[in-house]
């Protein structure tokens, strides 16, 4: 008798498991099945953390196996700088940690709704400016502390910073000693030789090329922003251009251009992570019109008088828009700037994902705050173009 009751309940909790296990995998299913195919992709805020909350919701979007997704996340501050996060199945790379050390928070909150085995299996650092490499340069709870990162590129020798720079000299403590406990490769793009682009292969639908970058390569820059490590990914026959704060102003994109036969004369690019937070010197003529991106993305704090009261001027400058909408129209900002001096700051799009499928031509963009590109905003529309603020 006590072994029947014994089985009974077996079956019962077996019965009750399979409908939990069932109900979830539809939930699942559902999830995926209605995220990548709809046509309106907008997704709302509940499945991300808003800008002021440091929590994340339980249901990141669900990318399958062949999908390949590039993610430029908000920082949690009012500062501008760089966070993208790319991925493809289990691998999972990162290029660049800005604005401040207290990103790093907001940061790995975001990461960690994707990143399962808490490894970064490649980690760029593009220039020693803190708006770029703050996370990694904390001094504890680093991006190198919570993750094990066995592959690191970084602007290496390219770089006018010296070690009596506190936080240069963090971020070389940091960096050197991951390598040493993990025994993590090392790259240094400032090595790379002209003519002989450095292709990473990570699998047969995805590599990355570190593009040669003249002003690395001989050490001659006399801003950081031009020792910029710039990367090319390309997935199936789709390619996505990092040139992080690399400007034009002393000619640094047309030499990429010129010295690196990959990024010359294309028909379409998906994707440009806009140079320099979509300040006037970068993404230039030159650079748009042999890449001819289909969207630009831009990663700033949009209207801010950080750095300069001009309008104008301010990320994502207004040369910078006339210059794209040359080309495209879908542009998308992360954060916007509601009081600079009060540090009031909210989305604009804020965290903004652009994801291909294997095969599938159509390339799609989901934000997780408004999916509206730039120029159709009221922020743009309203915007006091050509005036300075008090
Ligand atoms: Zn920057």
């Known amino acids: 008798m006590a072994k029947r009751t014994k089985k009974?309940?077996?079956?019962?909790?077996?019965?009750?498991?399979a409908l939990v296990l069932g109900a979830c995998a539809g939930f699942a299913c559902l999830t995926y099945f209605t995220l990548p195919e709809t046509e309106e992709l907008y997704v709302g805020e509940e499945l991300f953390y808003s800008q002021n909350e440091?929590?994340?919701?339980?249901?990141?979007?669900?990318?399958?196996?062949?999908?390949?997704?590039?993610?430029?996340?908000?920082?949690?501050?009012?500062?501008?700088?760089?966070?993208?996060?790319?991925?493809?199945?289990?691998?999972?790379?990162?290029?660049?940690?800005?604005?401040?050390?207290?990103?790093?928070?907001?940061?790995?909150?975001?990461?960690?709704?994707?990143?399962?085995?808490n490894t970064l299996e490649y980690v760029i650092v593009t220039h020693a400016h803190t708006d770029h490499y703050a996370g990694f340069a904390a001094t504890k709870n680093s991006i190198f502390d919570l993750y094990d990162c066995p592959f690191i590129i970084d602007f290496g020798a390219g770089t006018n910073k010296s070690s009596t720079d506190k936080t240069y000299a963090n971020y070389i403590k940091n960096r050197d000693k991951e390598i040493n406990n993990l025994n993590a490769e090392y790259f240094d793009a400032s090595t790379v030789e002209k003519g002989t682009p450095k292709i990473i292969k990570i699998n047969a639908h995805l590599q990355f090329e570190i593009l040669y970058n003249d002003f690395a390569a001989t050490h001659s820059a006399s801003s950081e922003n031009d020792y910029s490590v710039c990367t090319l990914f390309t997935f199936d026959n789709k390619q996505f251009l990092f040139t992080g704060d690399l400007e034009n102003e002393k000619g640094g994109e047309e030499k990429l251009v010129e010295n690196n036969k990959s990024i010359q004369n294309l028909e379409s690019i998906e994707l440009?992570?806009?140079?320099?937070?979509?300040?006037?010197?970068?993404?230039?003529?030159?650079?748009?019109?042999?890449?001819?991106?289909?969207?630009?993305?831009?990663?700033?704090?949009?209207?801010?008088?950080?750095?300069?009261?001009?309008?104008?001027?301010?990320?994502?400058?207004?040369?910078?828009?006339?210059?794209?909408?040359?080309?495209?129209?879908?542009?998308?900002?992360?954060?916007?700037?509601?009081?600079?001096?009060?540090?009031?700051?909210?989305?604009f799009n804020g965290n903004i994902v652009v994801f291909a499928t294997l095969n599938v031509e159509k390339v799609n963009v989901v934000c997780s705050h408004d999916s509206t590109p730039l120029t159709q905003t009221d922020w743009y529309l309203n915007r006091a173009w050509g005036t300075k603020e008090n």
């Not at 199945?89 to 990461?111: F, P, R």
């Not at 440009?272 to 969207?295: E, M, Q, V, Y």
């Open 8 to 17: 009974r309940g077996i079956n019962f909790v077996a019965i009750l498991f």
């Open 272 to 347: 440009f992570k806009a140079g320099h937070h979509g300040s006037k010197t970068s993404t230039s003529d030159i650079l748009l019109k042999n890449i001819h991106p289909k969207r630009v993305c831009v990663c700033c704090c949009a209207g801010s008088s950080e750095y300069t009261k001009e309008i104008n001027n301010q990320f994502p400058t207004k040369a910078f828009i006339d210059r794209v909408t040359k080309y495209t129209t879908e542009i998308y900002v992360t954060t916007l700037c509601v009081d600079y001096k009060d540090n009031q700051f909210s989305s």
């Open 54 to 117: 440091t929590s994340v919701s339980a249901d990141p979007i669900a990318f399958n196996n062949e999908q390949f997704s590039v993610h430029f996340l908000e920082l949690g501050n009012k500062y501008t700088g760089d966070c993208t996060y790319i991925k493809f199945g289990d691998v999972d790379i990162l290029i660049d940690c800005g604005s401040k050390s207290n990103s790093v928070a907001t940061v790995s909150n975001y990461l960690n709704q994707y990143v399962t085995d």
